[in-house]
Structures are given as C-alpha cells and as structure tokens.
C-alpha cells in the first residue's frame, strides 16, 4: 500500500479520459452531481489526444453523409479549439481538453490515476482502488454510480461483468457479415507517425531493429506521397478482398493508419507491450521503404514525431441488456430509448494487419443513413450501478465496427453522463433509467444533441406556443422553424431561419402573447455540420476544412426582452463561436416578447438559427 491512501466519495465517478469519459463526467457535473473522472495517462482525449493524434470521425464519414455531425459537448470542445487553436496543434488541443474539464463546476480530476482494484458487494461496485503516480498516492473512490469508459471495458471485467472479445459466429445473430464460426480476432493498433518536409534531400538511417518492407509486401497499401481518398463524389468506396482499389487516405503527413498490429494476438490487452514493440519496428521499417526502396516522392522528407502510445482499435465489448447488431444498423433502426446514433461504416480490418501482405488491409461494409443506438446498450446486464460509455458498449462486433470511432463514442459518454445524473436525482439504477426515457431523450435534445427521428416537445419551453415573426426569410426557411422542435436540416427541410443581414441586422421575435418571467434564453446557431473542424494529421483533412470559424455561424448578436412594448433588458454578444448559446438571468425578467437581431456572422451576409428556446 502507498504511504499516502485518501478516501474520496462522490455521487458519480467515471474511469477513464478519453473523448466518450470527458463528455460523460462534463455532462454529469453540469447537472449539479460530484463527479470524478480518472484517467490514466497525463492528459485527456485518448485517441485525439496529442500522444495519439486521430482525427475525429463518426456518424457524417468524414461528410460524406450529409447533416450527421455530432454536436453536444464534442461540438463544443471542437469549436473552442477552432477559436484557439486556429493551426490545429494536437498538443494545444490537450490543454482546450484539460480546460473543459478541469475548470468545470461540481468536477475534480485525477490525471496521472489507474485504477487497479475494485471492490464489489452484491452485484454492484462500492469502491475503487487507484494509484496515482505523480504524487505516489493511493485514492479509493466510493460513489453509488460508475461509468465504464476505460475502452477495454476494466471496470466491468475487473467486477465480474460479462464480456466479448472477437466475432460472433454467423449464426448467433444472423449478420451476413459474421464469420461463418467464432474467432478472437480484435481490430489492431496503430502508431501514427509525422513527416515534414524541410526543402532539401533528406536522408534517412534505418535502425537495425526496424524491419523491411519489399514493394511485394506493400502492394495493397497505398504509400506514395499522394492523396487517396475515402470517399469518391460524395459516396462511401465499399472495398472487398481483392478489389484493386485502395482505401483510405494515403498521404504520408497522416501516419499510415494501416500500420496495424496486434488483431491476431491471444490477448490484445494482455500483450500490448509486446504490440507497441512491434508497431515501432513497423513504422520505421516502412519509413526506410519509403526513403530507401524505390522512388517514393519523400526525398525533401523528414521523419518528425512518432507516437510512443498506440492507439486502440478494438479490445473487449461488455454485455448489456441488448446488443446492437448488424440486423439494426443496416436497418437505420430507430429504437424507442434510442439516446444516441451512429453512421460510419462497419470496418473489418485483417487480422494480421500490415503483416497481411497478401490482402488489402479493410474491408468496408457500407450502408446509406444512420442507426439510433438505445439505452439499453449503455449500461452492464451483471452490475446495478455501473454504465458504459465508448468502444465498451454492448454490441457485436459486426455493429462494433461503426460504433467504435470517437464521435460516436462522445455523444453516447454525454448521454451516459446525462443518464446517471438523472439517476441520482430519482435514485433509480442505470436499468431503471429506462422507466425515464422520454425525460431523458428531452435533455440531451435540449443539450443539443441529436436523437434521429426524435424531435423536442419540452412542455417547459415557453417558446413552443409562442407567435414567431420575422424581418424576413428565404424560400424555406420560415421563422416558425426556429420552435420546430428540430435543430439541424433532414430529409424533411432545413429547419431553420434564414434572413439577409441588412444595415441593422435581421430580427426575429418571439411573441408569448402574454406576460411570462424567463430566466434563460437559448439559441442554436448554424455552424455547418457539413465540414469537418476536428484537428488532423491528415493534410487533405486539414485542407478542405474553412480557415478560421465556421462562415454561416453567428458572430455578433442582441437579444431584448420587451413587456407592453417597452424594452425591459437587453444583451449584446460579440465574438460568439459556439453553436449551443445560453444566456441567463438568475432572478427573472417579467416580458411578454423577446427579439434576436443577428448583426455579423463570420462569413455570410445572412442570419441563420436553428432554434430559440425560452424557460
């Protein structure tokens, strides 16, 4: 035992820092509950973090699907980013994380902490025992509620909870796209790497433990200094076995996501020393192929970082009362405690990784649109008190291969930290939850996050009843939009007002026909959810993302509440860079009508809301 051993207790306590256990512990704090969140590396992000640096991906496919951005708190953190950190710097964006985090109310952080024990007592969790290194202290954390976000699913094993590893046989479920048996075969990790280029030859010296790579051994894995693509015209490339057309991105700046490794080993978890040995000596061998074996455009390159931490692709998957299968993702299935959703394509990446020289290193399982994900996938069938968030939840590992990326992965840690907030306030298991779902679809909506196929109808937003009108609008996109219930375009309209900005800028007015006291008003701005803004390894990522902030985004507005006519308050905001504004007025303000007059968005000369809502 450390001679140091603090007792902490709190209402919620998350394991684990990355994007899906930020989202989760951030939005629990917000809902007044003690939380912890405990992460075993020194800084938070995971796999978007600057030891790993992967670009964010998930239910858009890179916007090759249209209007399926997540938003929530994942949208926030990446838009404080694209506002401070203009150059997409991994490692500054480690501090925007740790900012969110370490500077919110109701939440302390234990960076630097592994948890290594956990105490159980009649099928539920008591306490955990950690250690953190930095201060050599022993912490054990007591709470009624847990959150699993370690994405090996640690927690929950270390309980006693049920777990999967591998594929179901093709007979279990039925997916056409499972294996005929059972295997173990995981997904494997990757080391990314960066190369720049200094403008003169450069040469390269290969270490003797680096292994080498013929153009033979490379020949289904794109790796000039090139471009590829993963999507063609709009629509996702579906690659099978012995296709010749290459996946992925091939540019050399983004670190070769095929250099994989690790999928075919007894116990990714158990070995993933022995993997990041490996992955070394395959980063460096290809980087000595690229210098030194041929003609690869890469003379004026030099090799400039190379992670040290893999990252994680697929380790364990812990049961839940249901597991989302491939039957309800092909099927765009929208579940009635459907809480989250995802659209990337299910991956199946060879088990051999790169060492699978004679088979391209993905196949794409492609399907058009999106899939809700329920409640129930969120949270162990073994343990009361313990929920789920990220690449843990319970699925099978045909679903796991579009539920795995990280954006998926955050939306769901929200809907998680949100759940267990609500959990405390009712004193209710996470099962329990379930008896509480329309109240809890309604806050994540009022969060701002989507739930497809579910539109808000929050009987306390004065706004919902209200006379809507305008300075004007464009061709479908009334002012009524905005207390529609739905906050980014669909398939059924764009969901929004729209008005040219004129001299005094465009107004919109929300009339209760009747006296109210309002102590919050919240908008929701357009902030494009059809161009990425997540930093990226990835020059031709980085590329066709806009300079600066999003150009339809409000910049610069007033709000002004009136009562029989006279103005009674007002706000003025400049520099607005988030989507989600919410401002407040702790004591009240009796009205009967609010205005908002759009003054300057950052690159468009019209104003665009997808909703006002007032309590």
């Known amino acids: ?12 306590v998350v394991v684990g820092g990355g994007l899906s256990g ?117 912490y054990r954390f007591f709470a009624p509620l847990f959150i699993d976000a370690t994405g090996h699913g640690t927690l929950s094993v270390l309980a006693g909870a049920a777990s999967r590893m591998g594929s179901e046989g093709r007979a279990e479920f039925g997916e056409p796209g499972a294996p005929e048996e059972p295997d173990t075969d995981t997904m494997g990790n990757t080391v990314m790497f960066t190369a720049i280029d200094r403008g003169e030859p450069v040469t ?39 296709s010749s057309r290459l996946p992925h991105f091939s540019n050399v700046d983004s670190g ?34 690229l210098k030194n074996v041929g003609d690869h455009g890469v003379e004026t390159l030099d090799l400039d970082w190379v992670g040290m931490v893999p990252g994680y692709r697929e380790s364990r998957r812990i049961e839940g009362d249901y597991l989302l299968t491939e039957h309800d993702i092909r099927a765009n299935r929208v579940f009635p405690d459907a809480v989250a959703y995802g659209g990337w394509q299910m991956d199946q990446h060879v088990r051999g990784g790169i060492m699978d020289f004679d088979k391209l290193p993905s196949r794409i399982l492609n399907f058009d649109g999106c899939y809700t994900i329920p409640w129930r996938c969120y949270y162990t069938k073994d343990l009361s008190n313990v929920m789920l968030a990220g ?16 954006g998926t992965c955050a939306i769901g840690g929200q809907a998680v930290g949100t759940a267990a907030a609500m959990a405390v306030r009712y004193g209710c298991t996470p099962r329990e939850i379930g008896d509480h779902i329309d109240e809890l679809q309604q806050e994540l909506l009022r969060d701002d996050c989507y739930i497809p196929g579910f539109a808000s109808h929050d009987p306390t937003d004065r706004a919902r009843k209200a006379k809507v009108t305008a300075s004007g609008y464009t061709e479908g996109n009334e002012p009524e939009h905005v207390i529609n219930g739905i906050s980014r375009p669909t398939d059924e309209g764009d969901n929004c007002w729209e008005a040219e900005i004129g001299r005094d800028g465009a107004w919109i ?26 930093p990226s390894l990835t020059k031709n990522v980085r590329d066709r993302q806009v300079k ?24 003025d905001i400049e520099d607005n860079y988030q989507r989600l504004n919410r401002l407040e007025w702790k004591d009240g303000v009796e009205c009967d009508k609010l205005t908002v007059t759009v003054l300057e968005a950052y690159g468009i000369d019209r104003a665009r809301i997808f909703e006002i809502r007032a309590y």
């Open 256 to 289: 070769y996501w095929w250099i994989e490794m690790g999928g075919q080993y007894d116990d990714i978890v158990r070995e993933g020393e022995e993997i990041r040995d490996e992955l070394l000596k395959c980063v460096y061998g290809v980087w000595d192929h």
């Open 391 to 406: 690449r843990d939840i319970s699925t099978t590992k045909m679903a796991f291969g579009s539920t795995r990326v990280m």
């Open 22 to 138: 930020v989202c989760a512990a951030v939005a629990c704090a917000r809902k007044g509950v003690k939380t912890a969140i405990v992460q075993n590396r020194s800084v938070f992000g995971g796999n978007a973090s600057s030891e790993i640096r992967m670009h964010v991906v998930g239910a858009s496919a890179h916007c090759a699907k249209k209007n399926l951005a997540e938003t929530g708190i994942l949208h926030e953190i990446l838009l404080e980013n694209k506002h401070r950190n203009p150059y997409a710097s991994f490692p500054v964006f480690d501090s925007v994380i740790w900012e969110k985090v370490h500077f919110q109310e109701n939440l302390d952080s234990y960076l630097n902490t592994n948890m290594d024990d956990v105490k159980v007592e009649g099928g539920r969790v008591v306490s955990i025992v950690c250690h953190q290194n930095t201060t050599e202290t022993e």
């Open 1 to 12: 035992m450390s001679k140091y051993c603090i007792e902490k207790n709190y209402q919620v």
């Open 509 to 534: 007015t929300v009339d209760f026909e009747g006296e109210t006291v309002l102590t919050q008003v919240q908008l929701t701005f357009d902030s494009n959810l059809n161009r990425e803004i997540m």
């Open 548 to 571: 600066g902030m999003p150009h339809e985004l409000v910049k610069r507005y007033r709000v002004q509440l009136f009562k029989d006519g006279q103005e009674v308050c007002a706000r």
């Open 204 to 242: 390269f010296v290969k270490p003797f433990w680096a292994y080498s790579f013929s153009e033979d051994d490379l020949k289904y894995r794109t790796h000039n200094n090139s471009v590829g693509s993963h999507a063609e015209g709009g629509k996702l490339v579906e690659l099978e076995e012995g």
